[in-house]
């Protein structure tokens, strides 16, 4: 089973009939024809239970893995005809990541894991400091470019996880779980925050467990065994998020 999305002709990450198997003594198959696009400026939601294939999905639009059969196109362009090298490179200047464990260097200053995708990029050194204030001030964080992880609260953390996936102005936004390791109020100012970026146009897609969290998208995407059971469209007026329509596959 598969299901296309066609939601605008400007779009910035797709797959079709995407598929992944793994072989741990026997075949599992992760995503099993996975159509999915994403227009730019949307916010999505990607939802299911352990073993539905929303990590997977997530590596193979991030250029972390590469689909067995089917294709991965980001900007244009065919991610499975790419060298490994112009792969990384897709990967550092068209995407951003944001992770449940926030991944950021423990002896580096705020300023110094945001500039981090400059530097591996070859970007010039000129500029990435004031770079690094400019996105640190903007989520709030101005006041504390030279504190290390350890000085940071966890929502302050994933500030700087998510000014570090910015840096490089990406097209697409990957989040993991962003809130997963948050209490509930930090977690409710990360969503805001990621609620300002899609209102300047950024294209972010979000996995996470939580119905809750996912209401804050535009749409919700459902994986079942691989596959794409369902697509929920949701009301995009903040102060009644609801789900207006659904579209399934049976």
Same mark, same amino acid.
């Given at each position: 089973m598969s299901q296309t999305q066609s939601l605008s002709t400007d779009t910035? =990450?797709?797959? /079709?009939?995407?598929? &992944?198997?793994?072989?741990?003594?026997?075949?599992?198959h992760a995503l099993d024809g996975v159509s999915l696009s994403l227009p730019a400026g949307s916010f999505t939601a990607?939802?299911?239970?352990?073993?539905?294939?929303?990590?997977?999905?997530?590596?193979?639009?991030?250029?972390?893995?590469?689909? %067995?059969?089917?294709? =991965?196109?980001?900007?244009? #362009? &065919?991610?499975? $005809? +790419?060298?490994d090298s112009k792969?990384?490179? +897709?990967?550092?200047? $068209?995407?951003? !990541?944001?992770? #449940?464990? !926030?991944?950021?260097m423990p002896r580096l200053t705020a300023a110094e894991n945001v500039t981090l995708p400059m530097v591996f990029n070859n970007d010039v050194e000129t500029g990435r400091r004031e770079?690094? $204030?400019?996105?640190?001030?903007? =989520?709030?964080?101005?006041?504390?470019?030279d504190h290390v992880p350890s000085e940071l609260s966890g929502g #302050?953390?994933?500030?700087?996880?998510?000014? &570090?996936?910015?840096?490089?102005?990406?097209?697409?936004?990957?989040?993991? $779980?962003?809130?997963?390791? +948050? %209490?509930?109020?930090?977690?409710?100012?990360?969503? /805001?925050?990621? *609620? *300002?970026l899609h209102a300047e146009g950024r294209t972010i897609l979000m996995v996470t467990h939580e119905r809750q969290v996912a209401e804050h998208a535009e749409q919700i995407v459902h994986l079942v065994d691989g596959e794409i059971a369902e697509v929920e469209q949701l009301d995009t007026d903040a102060s009644n998020k609801r789900t207006v329509t659904t579209d399934e596959t049976h």
């Open positions: 910035v =990450v797709a797959t /079709r009939n995407a598929r &992944r198997t793994y072989y741990l003594g026997e075949p599992v990607v939802m299911g239970p352990s073993g539905s294939g929303k990590s997977t999905l997530m590596n193979l639009l991030g250029c972390l893995d590469t689909p %067995d059969e089917g294709e =991965v196109e980001i900007g244009g #362009q &065919r991610v499975t $005809e +790419l060298s792969r990384a490179h +897709l990967r550092g200047t $068209e995407i951003g !990541f944001i992770f #449940q464990t !926030f991944n950021l770079r690094a $204030e400019q996105l640190l001030t903007r =989520v709030g964080l101005g006041d504390r470019l #302050q953390r994933q500030r700087v996880a998510t000014a &570090r996936a910015l840096v490089n102005e990406p097209s697409l936004v990957l989040a993991d $779980e962003p809130t997963g390791n +948050l %209490d509930t109020d930090t977690g409710a100012e990360i969503l /805001r925050l990621f *609620e *300002e």
